[in-house]
Each structure stands twice: as structure tokens, then as C-alpha cells.
């Protein structure tokens, strides 16, 4: 039912042209329906207990493939505007998302160790983004290789590796508030680094060797599975570092790889025929309603809000003291706001390390949705004198 489901609606999603993820988490939340039906036998515990365990391997690899993508060659070629309209694209979103949750979850007048974590985490969930729907449409009007484009797609490079450590580090941070923990947990993220590189440099070197001499071989994408999994379960038992952190890392390290493109199409063959739909269905299924109350909707819709504004005022201005024009700046703004499914498993995470409030996740499936309408209407308007293109397939677009 799942992979099905997931399917129509995805490509429905995809038609109207939202990410195909919410398609996929629309079919979770239709199919989570049936656990209302009295005595049936559908969703059990052991369904759903099944269903998790797929989901974490879903997650993993999505983290892995978001960092086999990561183009490091990228950096060169844009300077350090990108350094700029990250950091300012990260502290915005942050710190109004913080501010947002300060006001909701214990005040600003008596705010504790966990309030603070946990208020920091939901800023942390907002500085994620995912430009694959920026991308597309920056392409589809001939403005891919523009300083906008270049710029928007190096600094969601940055973005998403510093969201990554963030996240890690407020999980690391939650139970503690002795200073000599925190520099603990520093220190084994600091080692968690090291003992990546350290192992991963062999391990590239390995695939860089076996892609010359098999080419497009099973035995490369197997290799670089195990490295992914290994740094995952590592990262986590033996560093306390989150396991997609440990999976985006060894796929950072890996996309040095000629072949890594090979390697791609493998995890994407492999994720998207199952676990990939599962974990966004799961979500779906497990998404709750009762804790959605007057005071939690105003909080969502807020959260919502500095979501769009931060991305828009952070990376805007960012873009603005590096040189770039009102218009330019602007568009790195809208590009850098679209969410996707980057942001499901920062709020995943805090849900299940409870530090978020699980009646929150329909406000984050609505800030993806929102994002991922406005910004290539916008976009498309904003460029609507400079094109080269025809009205008429613009109208089509």
C-alpha cells in the first residue's frame, strides 16, 4: 500500500509541481487513517515497529546521497560570498525560530538548560534547505550558471553541513549542562572528524582505484554502502554524533569518486524503491494531531513564518554585503528557502530525541509545501524582463 500510494502521489505532486516527498508524505498520512478503523489488523505494533526499523535504513541513505552530491569543487568557483550568505542564511532562521520557541516553550524569563536546547533545535530545524526545486527552475530559464545560481547551490552545500553538525551537537548537548560535558561532547565530535578522515581517505583512495580499473562495477557502490553504514552506527555508538551526520559525512568523503554519480543512481535505485517511501510515509502514519491545540497552531504558524523570513532576510542580506544587487539579492533569498526533505529528518530527529514537540511536524510539512510554491513563482517573476525565452513557454512552465 505504501509503495503504490506513494507512488500516485508523488507523481500527482510532482505534476503540480511540488517535491515529489509530499506526495510521499501525503500517502503516509492518508494510509495513517486505517489505525482509526476499530480491531484492525493493518497497523499493529509489529507493523509499525517494522515499518521504523526500514525508515532509519530510508534515512541514512538519504543522508548519504545528499552527501555524495555535495560538489566540493563548487567553493572554488564561487568565492566566499557563499561562506557569507550561509552564515547569515544559518543565524537568521536560527535565531528567530529560538526567539519563536523562547516564547512558547518556557518563556524568556526562567528559560533551563533543556528549554534552551530544545529552542535551539527548533532554529536548527529551520536553518535546513533543499534547492533541488531552486535548481530546477533556475535551469529551466537558462540562469543555472548565473552568480545567483552558482552562489545559492554552493551555500545549501555549506548549509546543510553545518545544520548536520548543529543538530548533532544539540542531541549531544540535551541531558547535560556541566561544562566539562559539553567540552566532552565537543571534543568527541572534534574526534568523531578526525577518525572519519582518517579511515575515509583510504577508503576513497580504494574506490578512486577500483573505478579505474572495474569502471562502473557492483562491487564499488557495495563498498561505499558499507562505508556509510559503518560511519553511521559509529558516529553514534562510539562518538554520540547522530547517525545521518555520520552517513552525510561518508558520503561527503566519497563524492571525490569519479564514479560517484554510478554510486548515486545505485543508492537512489535502492532507496526510492522502498526505503525512501517508507521513511516519508512513516512519518505520515506517525504524524499525531492531538497535540495540535489554539496555542500550538500559533506557535506552527509563527515557526512557519520565521522559517520563510529568516532564509529570505538572512541569505538576502548576505548576498547584499557581498556585492550582489537588490534584485540578485532577493533571489538568493527566495532560492535559499525552499524545504524539503532535509528538514522531515532534522524534525524526525528532534521528535525522536525529544527535543521536539511531535504536534509540530504538520507546520513543517507546511512550510515545505508553502516554500516550494513561492519560490518558483517568484523566481520566475523576478526574472520575468531578462529572459531570453519565449512567453508562451514560460506560461507552459
Known amino acids: 500500500m505504501i509503495l503504490v500510494l506513494s507512488k500516485l502521489l508523488s507523481l500527482g505532486s510532482r505534476r503540480i509541481g511540488l517535491p515529489q516527498v509530499v506526495g510521499m508524505l501525503a500517502a503516509g498520512i492518508l494510509l495513517g487513517l486505517i489505525k482509526f478503523i476499530p480491531n484492525q489488523e493493518i497497523f499493529t505494533e509489529d507493523t509499525l515497529e517494522g515499518l521504523s526499523f526500514i525508515a532509519k535504513i530510508g534515512v541514512i541513505l538519504i543522508m548519504f546521497s545528499a552527501g555524495i552530491e555535495t560538489d566540493i569543487g563548487q567553493f572554488k568557483r564561487t568565492g566566499g560570498a557563499s561562506v557569507v550568505?550561509?552564515?547569515?542564511?544559518?543565524?537568521?532562521?536560527?535565531?528567530?525560530?529560538?526567539?519563536?520557541?523562547?516564547?512558547?516553550?518556557?518563556?524568556?524569563?526562567?528559560?533551563?538548560?533543556?528549554?534552551?536546547?530544545?529552542?535551539?533545535?527548533?532554529?536548527?530545524?529551520?536553518?535546513?534547505?533543499?534547492?533541488?526545486?531552486?535548481?530546477?527552475?533556475?535551469?529551466?530559464?537558462?540562469?543555472?550558471?548565473?552568480?545567483?545560481?552558482t552562489s545559492v547551490i554552493t551555500a545549501a552545500i555549506l548549509d546543510d553541513i553545518i545544520g548536520v553538525i548543529l543538530l548533532s551537537l544539540l542531541i549531544s548537548l540535551k541531558d547535560t549542562n556541566d561544562v566539562r560535558d559539553v567540552g566532552i561532547s565537543i571534543g568527541l565530535m572534534a574526534a568523531f572528524f578526525v577518525a572519519a578522515f582518517s579511515v575515509g581517505i583510504p577508503v576513497l583512495l580504494l574506490l578512486k582505484w577500483m573505478s579505474q580499473k572495474y569502471g562502473h562495477h557492483r562491487r564499488i557502490p557495495i563498498f561505499a554502502f558499507a562505508t556509510c553504514f559503518l560511519f553511521s552506527w559509529a558516529a553514534e555508538r562510539w562518538f554520540h554524533v547522530a547517525d545521518i551526520t555520520g552517513a552525510y559525512v561518508a558520503g561527503l568523503i566519497l563524492s571525490a569518486i569519479s564514479d560517484r554519480n554510478y554510486v548515486d543512481q545505485k543508492i537512489e535505485i535502492s532507496n526510492y524503491m522502498i526505503f525512501g517511501p517508507v521513511f516519508f510515509a512513516n512519518i505520515g502514519i506517525q504524524t499525531s494531531f492531538d497535540a495540535i491545540n489554539g496555542q500550538m497552531a500559533a506557535f506552527g504558524l509563527l515557526l512557519v513564518a520565521a522559517g520563510i523570513a529568516g532564509k529570505l532576510l538572512g541569505c538576502g542580506l548576505g548576498a547584499k554585503i557581498c556585492g550582489f544587487s537588490n534584485k540578485d539579492s532577493f533571489r538568493v533569498g527566495l532560492g535559499m528557502m525552499v524545504r524539503a526533505e532535509v528538514i522531515l529528518v532534522c524534525t524526525q530527529k528532534g521528535i525522536s530525541a525529544g527535543l521536539v514537540n511531535e504536534g509540530i511536524m504538520p507546520f513543517t510539512l507546511i512550510l515545505i509545501v508553502l516554500t516550494s510554491l513561492l519560490t518558483p513563482i517568484l523566481l520566475k517573476l523576478s526574472y520575468k524582463n531578462e529572459l531570453k525565452i519565449p512567453s508562451d513557454r514560460l506560461a507552459s512552465a
Open 85 to 149: 550568505i550561509t552564515i547569515l542564511g544559518v543565524v537568521f532562521p536560527l535565531g528567530l525560530g529560538f526567539l519563536v520557541a523562547c516564547a512558547f516553550n518556557g518563556g524568556f524569563g526562567s528559560l533551563t538548560h533543556r528549554h534552551i536546547i530544545e529552542n535551539l533545535f527548533y532554529g536548527t530545524i529551520l536553518a535546513a534547505t533543499s534547492v533541488s526545486i531552486t535548481v530546477a527552475t533556475l535551469k529551466e530559464l537558462g540562469k543555472l550558471n548565473s552568480k545567483v545560481g
